[in-house]
C-alpha cells in the first residue's frame, strides 16, 4: 500500500498563487494532480512521470507548474493566476508505469475567491 499525504491548500483571491505538496510513502514512477469541482468529474491537472514529459491540462497551461524531488518522494504543483474557475478539491494521485491501480490522496481544498 502506497500512503500519499498532501498539503498547502486554502482560498486565495483570483490572480493569486498556492503550492501544494505531496510526499509518498515510496518512490512511484507517475505522480500527478487531478481535480474535482462540485458536480464535476475528477480532471487531470498535470502529471510528472520519472525521467519524463509533464503533461498538462490546457486550462492550467502557462499558471500551473508541477514538479517533483525524487529524493522526497514529493510532488509538487505550483499555481498561479488562479482563478475562480480553478476552485476544486486537488488529489495528489501515484501509480507505476505498467500498473492500472492509482493510488490517492485525501484531497486538499483550493478555494479562488475574492
Known amino acids: 500500500q502506497v500512503q500519499l499525504v498532501e498539503s498547502g491548500g486554502g482560498l486565495v483571491q483570483p490572480g493569486g498563487s498556492l503550492r501544494l505538496s505531496c510526499a509518498a510513502s515510496?518512490?512511484?514512477?507517475?505522480m500527478g494532480w487531478y481535480r474535482q469541482a462540485p458536480g464535476k468529474q475528477r480532471e487531470l491537472v498535470a502529471e510528472?512521470?520519472?525521467?519524463?514529459?509533464?503533461n498538462y491540462a490546457d486550462a492550467v497551461k502557462g499558471r500551473f507548474t508541477i514538479s517533483r524531488d525524487n529524493a522526497k518522494n514529493t510532488v509538487y504543483l505550483q499555481m498561479n493566476s488562479l482563478k475562480s474557475e480553478d476552485t476544486a478539491v486537488y488529489y495528489c494521485n501515484a501509480r507505476l508505469f505498467f500498473a492500472t491501480k492509482y493510488y490517492w490522496g485525501q484531497g486538499t481544498q483550493v478555494t479562488v475567491s475574492s
Open positions: 515510496r518512490s512511484m514512477d507517475i
Open positions: 510528472a512521470p520519472r525521467g519524463g514529459r509533464t
